[in-house]
C-alpha cells in the first residue's frame, strides 16, 4: 500500500529547440506499508540512451546502480548518470548519451 508518493527535486525543463516541456523526476521517496511496517523506498527516473524515454524505477540506495536492466522498447539503455537531453527532438544530446551493449 503506498502511503505517499513524494518528489524530493523535479525540474520542468521547456526545451529551447522544440519548445516542448518535459517535467524530470529527482529522487521520489515513497511510503509504503508492509506487513504492519512503515518503509520508505525511493524511485528515480532513468533515461533511454537511444530515443530519451523516460521511466521511473525504484532504486536501491545500497547497490546505488545508474542503470537498468531491463531495455527500452527501442532497445536502449536507460541510465541516470549521463546529462538529460530532450526526448522529443534529442537536441541537447551529447556524446556521453549512448547505450551500452546489453550483456
Ligand atoms: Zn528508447
Ligand atoms: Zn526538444
Redesign the pocket.
Known sequence: MILLNEIERGLKATCRNCLETTFYNGKIRVRVEKEGKRLVLYQREFQ?Q??G?LKIEPYDNELMVDWLMER???G?EFRRDKPIFCKHCKANKTELNKSEPAV
Do not use: L
Request: charged content about 25%.
Open positions: 533511454c537511444d530515443c524515454e527500452c522498447a527501442c536502449g
